[in-house]
């Protein structure tokens, strides 16, 4: 099978092609014209368009289907070449603004939310991706082509700033080396120029790939899936504490290297009479004591079966409110697309 040519950093590309600096036009031809074949790049050399196709796959992911809410989220299910599917989500986060006198202010802003694996090792107990097991991991082109579809698909210009989540399917950390190469090329200035400050890496903490993350200094964000606050109740609800405690989390997360005008984003998932009580609040404010950090607050996203319940919006605005008095920056996230079935596996469930 021919390697996806989306799967490449430019560097990389350079060097496997001659002369390299074709690199830099083949990128733009890619991500900034995003054409759909090799024919299609212009000032490319035609021996040079033979080799590539030769040596170089483009098909694009398949859309399996697209689901619209009420809120103007969308979800997309993609199939992939072996006919396994992985969903992403886009995610519109403030409309375009205009003055008085009708000039643009500001244009709309998105946020993406991208797979990273199809299923999930870690087995999370709350969690619909971690039921279907783990299937594969996805190849940085999969990843990357999340993105450049659903750009392409809502006329979305590829120069235009985006925001991306890898908090789709998967755990993007169990995935590290495709995911560093999707970060890497998504950064890329002749590509789509989405700095590592504008892409979020949830995690449900595996400390020691937190730590090498740290190393690589990309200057990616990071987002830590801690949803308990004792070691008890977070082994219960997801079993990677047993290999990686909370201390052991907390200790990479210090050691994390972060823009001084960031943060550390912790989510909270939010289950009703499990961890919603101000006791479970109090000990997050100690835990979190010495890191810039940022709280978000999730509700638990039913669905068919699930043991767990969305907590009350009053319980949920007591914690909110103790972790603010107590110093914290802390949102809480309605999950967007609940008509849709939003959280994480849930449109994939409904398909299959
Ligand atoms: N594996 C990574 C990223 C993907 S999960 C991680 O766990 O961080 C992205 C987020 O969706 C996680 O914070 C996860 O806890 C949350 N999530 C999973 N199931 C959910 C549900 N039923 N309702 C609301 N959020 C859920
Ligand atoms: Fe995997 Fe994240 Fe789901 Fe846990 S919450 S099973 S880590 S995708």
Not at 134 to 163: C, G, H, Y
């Amino acid at each position: 099978m021919k390697k996806s040519i989306y799967s490449l950093t430019k560097e990389e590309l350079g060097d496997e092609i001659k002369p390299s600096f074709r690199a830099k036009q083949i990128f733009g031809w890619l991500y900034d014209k995003n054409v759909e074949s090799f024919e299609e790049m212009k000032n490319i050399p035609k021996a040079l368009k033979i080799q590539l196709v030769e040596k170089y796959d483009l098909s694009p992911l398949q859309i399996a289907k697209v689901e619209t809410s009420r809120d103007g989220s969308s979800k997309y299910l993609f199939r992939l070449f072996d006919g396994l599917t992985v969903e992403a989500v886009l995610l519109p986060m403030k409309k375009a603004e205009y003055h008085e006198d009708g000039t643009l202010l500001h244009h709309p802003k998105y946020t993406i939310c991208i797979s990273s694996q199809v299923g999930c090792k870690i087995g999370c107990a709350f969690c619909l991706t971690a039921k279907e097991g783990f299937k594969r991991d996805l190849t940085a082109d999969e990843i990357i082509q999340q993105v450049l579809i659903i750009k392409k698909e809502n006329s979305i210009p590829t120069n235009r700033k985006t925001n991306l989540v890898y908090m789709g399917m998967g755990e993007p950390l169990d995935n590290i080396n495709n995911v560093v190469n999707a970060i890497k090329i998504f950064a890329d200035p002749d590509g789509l120029a989405i700095s590592p400050r504008r892409q979020t890496i949830s995690t449900s903490g595996l400390s020691n790939q937190i730590k090498k993350l740290g190393e690589m200094n990309l200057g990616v964000l990071l987002a830590i899936s801690l949803h308990a606050v004792d070691d008890n109740l977070r082994e219960k609800l997801m079993p990677i504490n047993k290999a990686y405690n909370i201390k052991s989390i907390i200790d990479a997360v210090k050691n994390f290297p972060i823009d001084q005008r960031k943060r550390i984003m912790f989510e909270y998932l939010v289950m009703g009479n499990l961890n919603d009580d101000l006791k479970s609040a109090k000990k997050l404010v100690s835990l979190l004591h010495g890191i810039k950090a940022k709280v978000n607050l999730i509700y638990f996203n039913p669905y068919l079966n699930s043991p767990f319940q969305r907590p009350k919006p009053e319980n949920m605005q007591k914690f909110q409110r103790y972790l603010q008095n107590h110093g914290l920056i802390c949102t809480i996230r309605e999950s967007k697309g609940l008509d849709i079935s939003a959280a994480c596996g849930q449109l994939r469930e409904k398909t299959n």
